[in-house]
């Protein structure tokens, strides 16, 4: 499953949670071995494998965002009728 993205520097894309997840690595300078070191994983291959998936957990999803320092940004679609915005973190 692919969602789109609002991204600041390439504008509206479609992305899959691991290449969300590996753009985010790209931007902090991290391997994939980082990020599971960080995370308490002992094998880059941890990591690896659900990068590689189509669908990721959610808690996986902001586990690994959280650790590199992102956030989760909830919010309406139409903020005319609804104005709350939620930021979902570990």
Known sequence: MRYT???NRKGVVEMKPG???KEALNTCGWSQDELAKRLGYKRQSSIGSRLSRDSMRLYTFIDFLD??????????????KNSNEWKVTK
């Open 67 to 80: 650790e590199m320092g992102y956030e989760i940004v909830v919010k309406s679609k139409s903020p005319n």
């Open 5 to 7: 993205i609002i991204n």
């Open 19 to 21: 290449e969300i997840i």
